[in-house]
């Protein structure tokens, strides 16, 4: 339909789109006053592994974020949980979870998000959270929490062990 041409600019835009969403230097990864903003990386976990048949999965990530709020940088950490009540290779369903997000200057947000828009494409997955803090830092403000990444195994992982997890990058915006 597209053809190769197509193909390679459809896989383009998405990266690119990706990219630009998720790589603002920590300098610029603020929102606006009484904002924060953080980019980083995740490790996540699937289990059961993701197959190509839809199924109730717990996804685990571990973060590491790099937070710019009112002119200064600080390194924090995330702790992300969700249950998907049917998730696939293709797809994944439920945009519910929590991340626990510990700044090096010992405060906190406890984050619950309650949707989320979620796409694979060629491999590439871009997930695109929302929800609120609820408690410490920005609490309730709302968030958004952009993920985007590739699979760790190979596709073809799908059709036998099914994929394990991935290795993504995030952005985290905690709005004013």
Request: proline content about 6%; charged content about 15%.
């Amino acid at each position: 339909m597209f053809g190769r041409r197509g193909v390679a600019v459809a896989l383009g835009s998405v990266m690119l789109a990706g990219s630009s969403l998720v790589w603002a230097p920590a300098g610029q990864a603020t929102t606006g006053e009484g904002s924060v903003g953080c980019i980083g990386h995740s490790e996540s976990r699937y289990d059961p592994p993701l197959t190509l048949l839809p199924r109730p999965t717990h996804v685990h990530a571990d973060i590491t974020y790099t937070c710019g709020a009112h002119g200064r940088t600080v390194p924090a950490t995330g702790s992300f949980n969700s249950v998907a009540p049917a998730a696939s290779c293709v797809a994944v369903s439920g945009g519910s979870g929590r991340e626990a997000v510990r700044y090096a200057d010992g405060s906190r947000s406890l984050i619950v998000y309650d949707s989320a828009t979620t796409v694979r494409l060629a491999g590439v997955l871009v997930v695109i959270q929302r929800g609120r803090v609820v408690e410490g830092r920005g609490q309730g403000h709302p968030v958004r929490r952009t993920v985007t990444g590739l699979p760790r195994e190979l596709p073809t992982d799908c059709l036998t062990s099914g994929l394990r997890g991935g290795s993504n990058e995030v952005r985290l915006e905690i709005e004013p």
